[in-house]
C-alpha cells in the first residue's frame, strides 16, 4: 500500500457503539484496520487508475478485477451537504445533524456525517477526514477546516 507524508486523521471520540456497525469481510477487512489505525484506504484499479469508494474488488470503469489497496491524502473540499431531521431511531439522540459530499484531493468523492455547524457559506470549503471513534470501533467523518 503507498503511504502520503502525514496522512495521520484526528480522531474523534463518540459515545458508545456505531449504530449500525459494518459487516467487515475478509477483503474490507484492510479499510476497517488502517481507519483504526487512523488512516483513510480505498481500492485503485491497477489496470486503468480508477479509484473505488468503498473499496470494492471490481473495478466499475473497466471491469478489471486487479486492483490494489491504497492510501488517501485525508482532506478535501465541502461539494454538498444535507440537515437530517428526521432520522431513524437509532440516531434519534444525535438529530440534526449533517451529511456532507465531500471531494477528496485524489479525486475520490464521498458521503459522510459532518462534525461541527455546516452552513451554505461552507460549501467548496477545504474539509479534513476524522476518525470517529466508537466503543467497538471506528468510522469516518469529516469536518470544514
Ligand atoms: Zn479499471
Redesign the pocket.
Known amino acids: 500500500m503507498t503511504s502520503h507524508e502525514d496522512s495521520s486523521m484526528p480522531v474523534v471520540d463518540m459515545p458508545g457503539n456505531r449504530p449500525f456497525a459494518p459487516r467487515v469481510s475478509g477483503f474490507t477487512r484492510p479499510f476497517w484496520d488502517a481507519l483504526g489505525a487512523g488512516r483513510l484506504c480505498t481500492t485503485r484499479?491497477a489496470?486503468?487508475?480508477?479509484f473505488g469508494f468503498p473499496p470494492r474488488n471490481l473495478?466499475r470503469?473497466?471491469w478489471?478485477r486487479t486492483v490494489r489497496w491504497v492510501e488517501l491524502a485525508p482532506h478535501g473540499r465541502l461539494y454538498s451537504f444535507t440537515r437530517v431531521h428526521v432520522v431513524p431511531g437509532a440516531f434519534a439522540g444525535d438529530a440534526p445533524y449533517a451529511i456532507g459530499i465531500v471531494d477528496l484531493a485524489d479525486g475520490v468523492r464521498l458521503m459522510c456525517r459532518m462534525l461541527g455547524e455546516v452552513t451554505a457559506d461552507h460549501l467548496d470549503r477545504p474539509v479534513e477526514m476524522v476518525v470517529l471513534r466508537y466503543d467497538d470501533g471506528p468510522l469516518f467523518g469529516a469536518r470544514v477546516v
Open positions: 484499479c489496470d486503468c487508475g480508477a473495478c470503469t473497466c478489471s
